[in-house]
């Protein structure tokens, strides 16, 4: 792909995005607990995550943390807005596991989203997509009961309750740790 020969129509953004990162990012390791962003810095950097997990986290004005969004294995890590309008991050982006991450800065994503109206189109797609994603978890945040958000999110990484605690799933959710247990008991119960 070092001539860049994109067909739209038979390759998805997703898979064209994912092997350029692949192919001309930088490989980076980080530990647990490590962090890809701190809040208030800008975001320099997006990567696609080969393995492992991230937690992204907002600290409001009275020192309250939240976890706001996670990415999982074979999914894209960044705060896309600091990203895209260089500001200060708004979240700050932490490894929940070791994780193996292709990034790329800000010039060399820029210079691939800018070489023709394919790529230029595969950007708007990303946007398209990050507005999406943000859309429907607004609407799952307003509409859908905690149970279904802790279910939504199971699906999405079945081994996440081995890799983070009650707390951290509970401040995902919306709820009291307490919550979560029950809905667990709950779940539980319906299996068998």
């Not at 092997?19 to 800008?42: I, S």
């Amino acid at each position: 792909m070092s001539e860049v020969n994109l067909s739209i129509s038979h390759l998805n953004s997703y898979t064209i995005l994912k092997e350029f990162f692949l192919e001309k990012g930088k490989r980076v390791e980080y530990t647990k607990k490590e962090y890809f962003l701190q809040q208030n810095f800008p975001s320099l950097i997006a990567g696609w995550i080969e393995n492992g997990s991230f937690r992204y986290t907002y600290m409001n004005e009275a020192g309250n943390e939240r976890i706001v969004c996670f990415s999982f294995e074979k999914e894209f890590v960044c705060d896309y807005a600091s990203f895209i309008h260089r500001e200060p991050a708004l979240v700050s982006i932490q490894a929940i596991t070791d994780c193996v991450v292709y990034q790329l800065t800000y010039k060399e994503l820029i210079d691939f989203l800018e070489m023709n109206a394919d790529t230029q189109r595969l950007g708007r797609n990303v946007a398209e997509s990050m507005f999406k994603m943000a859309y429907k978890r607004m609407l799952q945040a307003y509409c859908d009961s905690p149970e279904q958000r802790y279910i939504t999110l199971m699906q999405r990484c079945p081994n996440l309750k081995e890799e983070v605690s009650l707390k951290e799933i509970a401040s995902f959710i919306g709820v009291t740790p307490e919550t979560v247990s029950h809905i667990r008991k709950k779940i539980l119960l319906k299996e068998s």
